[in-house]
C-alpha cells in the first residue's frame, strides 16, 4: 500500500488514476468534474490526472500568524464601521452546535429575495435540516442584533484548524449599523480564542478583479489569498464523443460535460 507522505505523492496520485479509471470503466462513468479545495490546495498533486482551470481567487483572513487578526487583515474602513456599531449598541453572540436553523433561514430568505438571487442559491428546508442532522457539531451560527432584534446571521462550516464561512443574512434596514461586518468581526474572536488558523470566505460570484462580492470580501483578508481550481477528465473518450454527437453542442461551449449544454440536450433512446 502506499502511503501519503510527501515523497509518495506522485506515486499516490498514479496509483489512484490507474485504479479509478478501472472502476470508470467497469460502472459505465464517461467523465469527471472536480473542485479542489483553496486552502487545501490539492489540486497541484493532481495536474498530471486532469485538465485543471483556475477559477478565481478566494479570500481567508489569517489567525494563526498574527496577534490581532483585526489590526493586520481587515481594512481600515471596515475596522472604523465596526468601532461605530459596536459603539451603538450593536451586540453579538457565537451559537456552536445548533439545534435549530430556523431564525437563520428566514433572514437568510430576505437576503436572496433583496439581491434577486438565483434560484440555485435557495437552498431548502432538507438541506438546512441535513446540516443540522449530518454536520450539527461542525456548525458554528453567528448573531447579531441591536436593541433585542436580529439584524444579522451567518452560518459556518468548522473543521480542524479551519472556519468556511458558508452562508450570511442581513436586514436592509440596518445595514447602517454594519451588521455584516459585525458578523465577521465575531468569528475572528471566537475562532482565535479557539486556536484556529484562518477564516475561509470564499471568492466572488466571478473571477473578475471588481466582482462586488469579493471586494466585500477582501475587507476581510488583505493579505495573502487563496485559488480555486477545478478538473476534468474524460474517462470514456469513444462515449463521450458519441455522446457529443449525437447532443452537437456549440463548438465555443464551456460547459464540461459538453453534451450537458442546455441548448442542445436531447433524448437518447
Partial sequence: ???????????????FQQAFGDYCRENGIVAEFVRFHPVVKNHL????CYELSFKRHTIQTNLADTDDPILTEYSASCKRDIRRALKAGVEYRIMEHPENLNAFKELYYSTMERNDAQAIYYFNDEYFQNCIDLLGPYLVVVEVTYQGNIIGMSLSFVCGDFIHVHLTGTLQEYHGLAPAYVLQYALVLWGKEKGKALIHHGGGRTGEPDDKLYLFKKKFGRNEEF?????????NPAVYDLLCRYANPPLNTEQFPAYRNQSSLVTIN
Fill in 1 to 15: 500500500m502506499i502511503s501519503c507522505k510527501d515523497g509518495d505523492r506522485l506515486a499516490l496520485v498514479a496509483a
Fill in 45 to 48: 498533486d493532481f495536474s498530471d
Fill in 227 to 235: 485559488d480555486y481550481f477545478i478538473g476534468q477528465k474524460v474517462w
